[in-house]
């Protein structure tokens, strides 16, 4: 299990799926049982990730982004549809709707993104 961690770069900063300036650093990784990940991702200023969908193969993908750090100004997630919407706590399903952040302005913004695929069997959370 340690091994795959440190294939997958745990603990460690890597550019984002995107490619669109922000960092992501793996915290987290299961895939027994409810498959689940946890990011701290890290916007520099300039950065911003466009309008897109992160479909899965199977299953219903959930995630929750918690603000740590605001950006002085910019780095706004906006979606399509949202599950939670609060000013520092965003539930949303990426594999349903766009999403996007715009470009981060001033200061660098910081959040832990945790994700989760559940089975198309289970009758909650839909």
């Not at 409810?34 to 991702?41: G, K, M, N, R």
């Not at 200023?45 to 466009?50: L, T």
């Amino acid at each position: 299990m340690i091994q795959r961690l440190m294939e997958l770069k745990w603990l460690r900063w890597q550019k984002g799926r995107q490619q669109s300036g922000y960092d992501k650093m793996l915290i987290i990784y299961n895939k027994l049982g409810v498959e689940c990940d946890a990011y701290l991702l890290r916007f520099l200023v300039g950065s911003m990730i466009p309008q897109h969908q992160d479909p899965v193969q199977k299953g219903r993908h959930f995630r929750l982004n918690i603000i740590i750090k605001k950006s002085q100004s910019g780095g706004e997630f906006i979606c399509e549809r949202d599950i939670i919407n609060l000013p520092r706590i965003k539930l949303f399903r990426p594999d349903l709707y766009r999403h996007e952040v715009t470009e981060v302005v001033g200061s660098p913004r910081y959040v832990l993104s945790i994700g989760w695929v559940l089975d198309e069997s289970l009758k909650c959370c839909k």
